[in-house]
C-alpha cells in the first residue's frame, strides 16, 4: 500500500508540473522565417534563422531528421488532453515542446483549417472555404508542404478518416492516400490504425494521420462530454500504437512528430469564433527539440512551415506559417497579429 501511496503522489506532482491552463482568456499565437534544403537521402541540419548571428564562441545547433510525421486529432481543445484524461499524450508532454494555447485558423472548420495546417497559408489565399468532399471544386490553391516534400524525393503518405481532406494536395503529390471508413460505424480510428501499421511505409519522408473519431463523438454528444473523453482516451491509444510502430522499425530517432488538431468545439459545434473553438493544442519532439512549454504564440500554419523547416525545404514566400524555432532552442521571431485576418 505505501509503495501505491508513493505512486499516486508522484502522478499528481507530474500532473501538476505541466501547467495546463485554461482555455478561457486564452489569446492567439505568433511567427517566423528561413531556408534549408536537403535532399532527402541525407537528414536535414537545422540551423538559426538567417536573420539571426550566432556568436563567434557558439557553434549552429545541428541535429538529424528524416523524416516527419504529422498527427491530427480532429476537434481535440487542449483541457481534453487532462480531463479525458490521455496519458500517454501527458507523458509526452514531458519531452516535448508544447503549446496548449495555439490558435487555428477562421473558420474553424475540418477542411479548411486542415489546409491551413499542411499549407501554411490562411484561408483567403488557399481559398478553402467549403467543408464537405466537393471534387468540383478541385483542390486548395498554392504550394503546400506535400508539393515541396514530394518534389524533394520524400516519400509522401496521408492516412485520413474524413474523404474532404483529399482536396488539400492533388494527387500526384501523395505516394500514399488512404481514406479510410466504414459505413455505419461511429469509430473509426482503431480501423485506420490497424491498416496503417499492417501496410507501415517505413521508407516515408512525410507522413499525416488524421484521427477523426474526437470531432464525430462532440458532434453526437457534445464537447466534453463523457462519451467524447472516453473517445480522445480511445485516440491517445491509437498514438502510442503508431509510435510504437517507429519504435519497432527504429525510426523513432530520426523523426520528428508534431501532435496537434485543426480545431477546438463547444456545445455541440466549434463554428463561433470564440477561444474553445479557436484554441487547440501543439506537441512536438524529436532530433534537437528541447522539451519546455513554449513561449511563442503559434499559429496552425506554423505546422507546415516547422515541418518543411526540418525536412531541409525552402519555404515559399507566401507562407503566412513560420518555424517554431524555440523549440529548438533557437531564438523566436514572431510573425505580425493577426496572422490570418
Not at 538559426?48 to 550566432?54: D, F, G, I, R
Not at 462519451?227 to 522499425?249: M, P
Not at 488538431?261 to 484554441?279: F, K, L, R, S, W
Request: net charge negative; aromatic share 8%.
Amino acid at each position: 500500500m505505501k509503495k501505491y501511496f508513493i505512486l499516486i503522489i508522484v502522478s499528481i506532482f507530474l500532473f501538476a508540473c505541466l501547467d495546463i491552463p485554461a482555455l478561457q482568456g486564452i489569446t492567439p499565437p505568433a511567427p517566423e522565417t528561413p531556408t534549408l534544403g536537403l535532399p532527402p537521402t541525407q537528414p536535414a541540419t537545422l540551423t538559426p534563422p538567417p536573420t539571426v548571428t550566432a556568436s563567434p564562441t557558439s557553434t549552429p545547433p545541428t541535429f538529424a531528421i528524416r523524416r516527419v510525421l504529422i498527427i491530427s486529432i480532429d476537434g481535440l481543445r487542449p483541457d481534453v488532453i487532462n480531463l479525458a484524461p490521455m496519458p500517454y499524450l501527458l507523458s509526452l508532454l514531458l519531452k516535448s515542446a508544447y503549446s496548449l494555447s495555439a490558435q487555428t485558423v477562421q473558420p474553424s472548420s475540418t477542411l479548411p483549417a486542415h489546409t491551413s495546417m499542411l499549407s501554411g497559408l490562411c484561408v483567403l489565399k488557399h481559398n478553402v472555404r467549403w467543408n464537405e468532399y466537393i471534387p468540383q471544386n478541385g483542390y486548395a490553391i498554392g504550394t503546400d508542404l506535400f508539393d515541396l516534400a514530394h518534389a524533394a524525393g520524400y516519400k509522401t503518405v496521408m492516412y485520413v478518416g474524413k474523404e474532404k481532406l483529399r482536396q488539400i494536395t492533388e494527387p500526384q503529390s501523395t505516394d500514399i492516400f488512404q481514406f479510410v471508413d466504414r459505413p455505419g460505424s461511429i469509430l473509426i480510428d482503431d480501423i485506420l490504425m490497424t491498416q496503417l501499421l499492417t501496410n507501415f511505409p517505413q521508407d516515408f519522408g512525410l507522413m499525416f494521420v488524421h484521427l477523426r473519431d474526437v470531432d464525430i463523438a462532440g458532434h453526437d454528444t457534445r464537447w466534453l462530454s463523457r462519451k467524447q473523453l472516453d473517445t480522445a482516451y480511445i485516440a491517445d491509444q491509437e498514438i502510442n500504437r503508431l509510435l510504437n510502430a517507429l519504435d519497432k522499425y527504429n525510426l523513432r530517432n530520426e523523426t520528428l512528430v508534431i501532435i496537434t488538431a485543426d480545431h477546438g468545439g463547444n456545445g455541440e459545434n466549434h463554428v463561433e469564433n470564440i477561444p474553445e473553438n479557436a484554441t487547440i493544442p501543439w506537441i512536438v519532439f524529436g532530433p534537437g527539440v528541447q522539451p519546455k512549454k513554449l513561449t511563442t504564440r503559434i499559429h496552425i500554419t506554423d505546422t507546415a512551415a516547422t515541418a518543411a523547416y526540418a525536412l531541409g525545404l525552402k519555404i515559399p514566400k507566401e507562407w503566412d506559417g513560420i518555424p517554431v524555432y524555440e523549440a529548438f532552442g533557437l531564438p523566436v521571431q514572431p510573425h505580425a497579429e493577426p496572422v490570418c485576418p
